[in-house]
């Protein structure tokens, strides 16, 4: 079965066309694009104009890739920018007419599909997973065991994320240490009490999300991003806080031309580097590992299933288009 998912969140926009047998993905193509859907929400509450363009933009271009994979189906979510957005109609009304049906999904949903894309890597094993995103965080324990229901533990999609947390506190270019703490004690404030409330943290954390996969490229200096070597890469707190040491000093255009960063993330890549040393800091993880399967490979999957008439493992039944 041939699928193709799109997910447009607060900091990127992101195609995938995926082949998928007996509930497995066996071959995909990803593109993503820096929109920024995000510019300006947290503060407005309103999509940007200039954001709207560069979603649609991008998205103009995925439906021309889309139309030349031939899929069975296509399903357009949004998540964090757009369910805090008050202007949202106008975004969708405009991806109505380039023939795609957007929704926009819960927290809660967003962390099940990224769980259960992730889970594929380690089954039967009891993993937390994080997606972080440019604004909000999903947080989930649980695991997966191959043609039984999921078994989740806490869930929980946190209002913080890279651009959140860049636009709240790391006002300064570059930032002042006082910025940099005062945001990094309300990230870890909000990470110490979900792992509270969850009661436990497994031995491993992976974690999902352009943050951590720019984190691996920079603490590398990949001149070149290479998804094979990133994928299931473990990322140290050492490696973290190297990335926010050589970031701290830095304007952001000083921060674009370091190896392993794309130019269009270097506004909130300091702020997302702090995310993820809170995120670890607040269960005491000393690494995570880093997946690139993600929401999107959650979504492939769950689209095979609806379509196969399977009741979906995630418990949710996606919109389609075609």
Same mark, same amino acid.
């Given at each position: 079965?041939?699928?193709?998912?799109?997910?447009?969140?607060?900091?990127?926009?992101?195609?995938?066309?995926?082949?998928?047998?007996?509930?497995?993905?066996?071959?995909?193509?990803?593109?993503?694009?820096?929109?920024?859907?995000?510019?300006?929400?947290?503060?407005?509450?309103?999509?940007?104009?200039?954001?709207?363009?560069?979603?649609?933009?991008?998205?103009?271009?995925?439906?021309?890739?889309?139309?030349?994979?031939?899929?069975?189906?296509?399903? #357009? &979510? *949004?998540?964090?920018? +757009?369910?805090?957005?008050?202007?949202?109609?106008?975004? /969708?009304?405009? @991806?109505?007419? !380039?023939?795609?049906?957007?929704?926009?999904?819960?927290?809660?949903?967003?962390?099940?599909?990224?769980?259960?894309?992730?889970?594929?890597?380690?089954?039967?094993?009891?993993?937390?997973?994080?997606?972080?995103?440019?604004?909000?965080?999903?947080?989930?324990?649980?695991?997966?065991?191959?043609?039984?229901?999921?078994?989740?533990?806490?869930?929980?999609?946190?209002?913080?994320?890279?651009?959140?947390?860049?636009?709240?506190?790391?006002?300064?270019?570059?930032?002042?240490?006082?910025?940099?703490?005062?945001?990094?004690?309300?990230?870890?404030?909000?990470?110490?009490?979900?792992?509270?409330?969850?009661?436990?943290?497994?031995?491993?954390?992976?974690?999902?999300?352009?943050?951590? #996969? &720019? *984190?691996?490229?920079? +603490?590398?200096?990949?001149?070149?991003?290479?998804?094979? /070597?990133?994928? @299931?890469?473990? !990322?140290?707190?050492?490696?973290?806080?190297?990335?926010?040491?050589?970031?701290?000093?830095?304007?952001?255009?000083?921060?674009?031309?370091?190896?392993?960063?794309?130019?269009?993330?270097?506004?909130?890549?300091?702020?997302?580097?702090?995310?993820?040393?809170?995120?670890?800091?607040?269960?005491?993880?000393?690494?995570?590992?880093?997946?690139?399967?993600?929401?999107?490979?959650?979504?492939?999957?769950?689209?095979?299933?609806?379509?196969?008439?399977?009741?979906?493992?995630?418990?949710?039944?996606?919109?389609?288009?075609?």
């Amino acid at each position: 079965m041939r699928v193709a998912a799109i997910d447009l969140g607060t900091v990127s926009s992101r195609l995938l066309t995926a082949v998928v047998e007996d509930g497995l993905v066996v071959s995909s193509t990803k593109h993503t694009v820096i929109t920024d859907l995000g510019q300006g929400v947290d503060a407005t509450g309103r999509l940007n104009e200039a954001a709207i363009e560069r979603v649609v933009e991008a998205c103009a271009q995925f439906v021309r890739e889309i139309a030349d994979f031939g899929p069975d189906a296509i399903c #357009t &979510t *949004l998540t964090s920018a +757009a369910r805090d957005a008050e202007n949202g109609a106008v975004l /969708f009304a405009r @991806l109505e007419k !380039l023939g795609l049906r957007p929704q926009v999904i819960p927290g809660e949903v967003e962390a099940r599909l990224t769980f259960y894309g992730v889970a594929h890597d380690f089954p039967g094993q009891r993993i937390a997973v994080a997606d972080s995103g440019g604004g909000s965080t999903e947080l989930v324990v649980g695991s997966y065991v191959p043609g039984q229901p999921l078994e989740l533990g806490r869930l929980q999609s946190l209002d913080i994320g890279c651009r959140r947390i860049t636009d709240r506190y790391l006002v300064g270019n570059p930032p002042t240490s006082e910025q940099i703490n005062e945001g990094s004690a309300w990230a870890l404030k909000l990470f110490e009490s979900y792992w509270h409330e969850a009661g436990e943290h497994p031995d491993r954390l992976v974690a999902v999300g352009g943050t951590v #996969t &720019t *984190l691996v490229a920079m +603490a590398n200096e990949l001149a070149v991003y290479d998804s094979s /070597f990133v994928h @299931l890469h473990e !990322l140290t707190g050492a490696d973290v806080a190297k990335c926010i040491g050589l970031m701290r000093v830095r304007t952001v255009d000083q921060i674009a031309e370091l190896p392993g960063i794309q130019p269009q993330r270097a506004p909130v890549m300091l702020g997302g580097a702090i995310i993820i040393r809170e995120l670890m800091r607040a269960a005491g993880y000393e690494s995570l590992t880093v997946s690139e399967n993600s929401l999107l490979v959650g979504m492939a999957i769950t689209m095979y299933e609806t379509l196969s008439n399977i009741d979906p493992a995630i418990g949710w039944i996606p919109e389609l288009s075609w």
